[in-house]
């Protein structure tokens, strides 16, 4: 019971930062895009020339540390693969035209905090 609890909680987040990013002007182009069993992106958006990477963490309690924290070494190489492999798919966004960024959305209930360019 208490893992789709967890699920849930997720899947509201994730709903709640798609809504923020549209409500800025980004188009979702993927939600939950997986390749494999390497991971996921949680959601990839597009706004003009700009192409984000989003991981979304949601929180209802700072209990365990902010969600900056559980982004590590490996959830990075995780992104970074995922992400080379849905552009490599896609060689219209591959170019030199179009600029990339890794961001973090971090939900907690109503409240959206947005930390831009993780990923250096």
Do not use: C
């Not at 549209?22 to 939950?32: D, H, K, P, Q, S």
């Not at 995780?78 to 798919?89: D, E, G, M, P, Q």
Request: proline share 2%; aromatic share 10%.
């Amino acid at each position: 019971m208490e893992h789709r609890n967890f699920r849930q909680i997720g899947a509201g987040g994730e709903e709640r930062a798609a809504l923020f990013l549209e409500e800025r002007g980004f188009a979702i182009l993927e939600r939950n895009y997986r390749y494999g069993k390497a991971g996921e992106i949680d959601l990839i958006v597009r706004r003009d020339k700009l192409v984000v990477f989003v991981e979304v963490k949601s929180r209802n309690t700072p209990v365990y540390g902010g969600p900056l924290y559980a982004i590590n070494e490996r959830k990075k190489r995780t992104l970074r693969l995922v992400a080379s492999h849905y552009l490599s798919a896609r060689p219209a966004l591959n170019t030199k035209n179009i600029t990339f960024r890794f961001d973090m959305i971090a939900v907690y209930g109503e409240a959206v905090e947005w930390i831009e360019d993780i990923l250096r």
